[in-house]
């Protein structure tokens, strides 16, 4: 294998990590407005209606988001020394 295709090869790898990175940062959107429509409605209520795996889900999307940043970074290092 070539360096031209090493590059192209590390280059499509760089943009499906953004790609992931997107779509977790979609998730962690989604779910943070499900969490804050049900707190809402949770006035309402004596108890919490925010499932607790809910929180969790946030809670594993923010440590998703870090190993996909950290990726994106190393991805970044590796074409930056070819």
């Keep these: 294998m070539s360096l031209a295709e090493v590059k192209a090869v590390v280059a499509e790898v ?3 990590t953004r790609a992931a ?3 977790v940062r979609r998730a962690g ?3 943070a407005e499900a ?3 049900l707190a809402d409605l949770s006035r309402q209520h004596p108890e919490s209606l925010v499932p607790v795996a ?3 889900a946030a809670d ?3 440590r998703c988001h870090d190993h996909v940043a950290g990726a994106l970074q190393a ?3 590796l074409d930056a020394r070819l």
């Design 21 to 23: 990175a997107e779509l």
């Design 14 to 16: 760089a943009d499906q």
């Design 75 to 77: 991805v970044g290092d």
């Design 29 to 31: 959107d989604g779910v």
């Design 60 to 62: 594993e999307i923010d």
């Design 35 to 37: 969490v804050r429509i």
């Design 54 to 56: 809910l929180t969790r």
